[in-house]
């Protein structure tokens, strides 16, 4: 297969060293993969760690995230290259299509965090999140309400940002009152770098493919 550079420039085919995430049938979770070669026939090849191995003839989905959204492609195993890590030979059964668009994509998450409203730390425990927002229950008695300015810290597990905090500047959008409650939550990100920005859409990405996957069961 050619390393052509620009093989994968359009968001219906991923491009060289493209994470992906692969998805068998049978498998009960997706599979994180690196795009290593790209041909213009529709061939790919695709690195791939972990215990599960396909055989000659499995359909896998080959998902992954563009500027534009969420494409998947249906590609057959053709079969796998014996080295230290194996690498997966593909061929594409049809074009990619777009799943979903990314910007309003929002995954369940359940994991601590910390809000910061105006000095004062608060433990909180996030419902979901996508890239533009979150939500989630605040500990104790804390106290937030719409159009408060605050912090929140994030808790990062995807797979390049695992054990990373990413420190967003949010605004409070929602507030959910219950009677004997405590108060829910939501916020839109403000002012995200570019590299928070990625990394929010690398952990949605991976954490919607695993839902989808666990559909599959």
């Known amino acids: 297969m050619a390393d052509d550079d620009n093989a994968g420039d359009s968001p219906f085919r991923p491009s060289i060293n493209q994470r992906v995430h692969l998805r068998l049938s049978q498998w009960a979770t997706s599979l994180p993969s690196r795009i290593e070669e790209v041909e213009d026939d529709g061939r790919i090849a695709v690195t791939a760690t972990g215990t599960s191995t396909p055989l000659t003839g499995d359909v896998i989905t080959v998902a992954w995230d563009a500027p534009t959204g969420v494409y998947e492609l249906e590609a057959v195993v053709e079969g796998i290259r014996r080295r230290e890590i194996p690498l997966w030979e593909l061929r594409s059964t049809g074009p990619a299509q777009q799943r979903q668009r990314r910007a309003h994509v929002r995954v369940p998450l359940f994991r601590k965090a910390e809000v910061v409203r105006y000095g004062e730390h608060h433990q909180a425990d996030l ?91």
Request: charged share 30%; aromatic share 4%.
């Open 127 to 217: 419902v979901d999140l996508s890239e533009g927002g979150l939500s989630g229950i605040l500990g104790g008695g804390a106290f937030v309400a719409v159009g408060d300015t605050v912090t929140v810290a994030v808790p990062l597990e995807e797979e390049e940002e695992e054990g990373r905090i990413v420190a967003l500047n949010a605004q409070v959008v929602r507030i959910i009152l219950e009677p004997d409650k405590p108060r829910r939550f939501a916020v839109r990100f403000i002012q995200v770098s570019i590299r928070d920005a990625d990394a929010l859409r690398r952990e949605v990405f991976a954490l919607d493919a695993e839902a989808r996957a666990r559909t599959l069961e």
